[in-house]
Each structure stands twice: as C-alpha cells, then as structure tokens.
C-alpha cells in the first residue's frame, strides 16, 4: 500500500470500519475492507467533496429493533441517504455527484449468501431512487476486496482477497 500511497503526498489516510461514513473537503485516502459489505464512494470535484462509507447490511426497515439515527452508516440504504443529505445541505446538485459501488461478495454460510447480494442491489435502487449515476462497480463474486480511494481524483483502486491473501490490483479511475 505504500507505493500507492506515495502517488498522494499531503493526503490524510483514513480506515473506515464497518457502520463508518465519512464527508470530506481536504485531500483523503480512504480504504477499507469489504467481504459482503458495501461501499459507495461518491465524489463532487466542482465542489471539492467527496464521500465513502462501509456498510454491514441492506435497508435499516428490514430491522425493527435498530433506530437509524443511532448509526446511520450501518445500513446502505441510510447511508446513502445520509451522504446525500450532508451534500445537498452544502448546495451540492445530484447532478454534480459520480458515485461508484463496491463490495458484496458472497458469504461461506448459506444464510448468510443473500446479505451481499442484497446490499448491492439495495445501493443500486437507492442511488438510482435518487437520480444518482453510478460511473463504476466491481461487486459481487466469492471474493474479498480493498478499496483505496482518492478524494482528490475520485480514484478508486481495488485489490482482490482470497482466503486473506491478495489476488490482483485493479485501478477503477
């Protein structure tokens, strides 16, 4: 990761764990780790604004005893609705955002196997609910995945796990 890193001098590094979101204005390089989690970056470069988070499961409805508010980057629909919000207040067009899906691999237990499934199409209907364009996606499969991204280009680089060892790095501009 360090050689990718020395492409961003200056940059702030970031890890997002699972139910985190960030909104940022400064030069970032997020990552984070998804199996069926999700992530949808969303990036404003008229603005200077861009946006990740790390989703564990679908729609916060689907789950009665859960109040939304509480961790609103849980879920992917709220998280989408969460991030978009935060954009709209600082006068930020729909029309203005590419957002990029990531993530939903299939789980080992067979109950389990929907989730991933499930989170992208649930990232998919709601971005698309909300008139947002989707410029890029690497989800779904068996495997793991790492994703980089770059705040400042809208960058995503994404590498590959299988059974925790890296498989191959593909770059997503």
């Known amino acids: 990761m360090q050689g990718l890193l020395d492409r961003f001098p200056g940059h702030k590094i970031t890890f997002l764990n699972v139910a985190q979101g960030i909104l940022v204005d400064c030069p ?11 992530s949808v970056t969303f990036f404003a470069p008229r603005h200077g604004l861009a946006a990740l988070f790390h989703a564990l499961l679908p729609r ?17 629909d709220t998280a989408i609705t969460t991030l978009v919000s935060r954009f709209t ?13 990531f993530g939903g691999a299939s789980a080992l237990f067979a109950e389990e196997m929907s989730v991933g499934r499930r989170n992208v199409e649930t990232a998919f209907a709601t971005l698309s609910d909300l008139g947002l364009r989707v410029a890029a996606s690497n989800v779904g499969g068996e495997a793991g995945r790492k994703i980089v991204f770059s705040t400042s280009t809208g960058e995503i680089f994404v590498k590959m796990l299988q059974n925790g060892n890296k498989k191959k790095t593909d770059q997503i501009p």
């Open 28 to 38: 970032t390089v997020a990552h984070t780790v998804l199996g069926s989690c999700v």
């Open 60 to 76: 916060a409805a689907e789950y009665r005893l859960h109040e939304p508010a509480d961790s609103p980057y849980k879920f992917v």
């Open 89 to 101: 207040r600082r006068g930020v067009r729909l029309s203005h955002i590419e957002c990029k899906v």
